[in-house]
Nanobody
């Protein structure tokens, strides 16, 4: 099993930056892919970015050029660097870790982009 804890969310002005962290425990983190998702009130949860256990990265179009996903297996941590934030980026951001047989979710961290 894997436990995930997100942190780094908060209130930021449009154009600002935040760095989200996802710390994993309970298993071999390097064997899991990691995805960052977000969910705004009244909307479906959506994928933001993902990085596989082999390092392949995908971004959705609305964050390309602004967000960067990375991981540090020695620290059992994945990151989402978010730059040039927009009000429409406001959501709860969740970390997901997956293997071939199971996946796990963190509790989420709130990101609010507002002036």
């Amino acid at each position: 099993q894997v436990q995930l804890v997100e942190s780094g969310g908060g209130l930021v002005q449009p154009g600002g930056s935040l760095r989200l962290s996802c710390v994993a425990s309970g298993s071999i983190f390097s064997l899991y892919g990691v995805g960052w998702y977000r969910q705004a009130p009244g909307k479906q949860r959506e994928l933001v970015a993902a990085i596989t256990s082999s390092g392949r990265i995908n971004y959705v179009d609305f964050v390309k050029g602004r967000f960067t996903i990375s991981r540090d297996n020695a620290k059992n941590t994945a990151y989402l660097q978010m730059n040039s934030l927009k009000p429409e980026d406001t959501a709860v951001y969740y970390c997901n870790a997956w293997s071939g047989i199971s996946d796990y979710w963190g509790q989420g961290t709130q990101v609010t982009v507002s002036s």
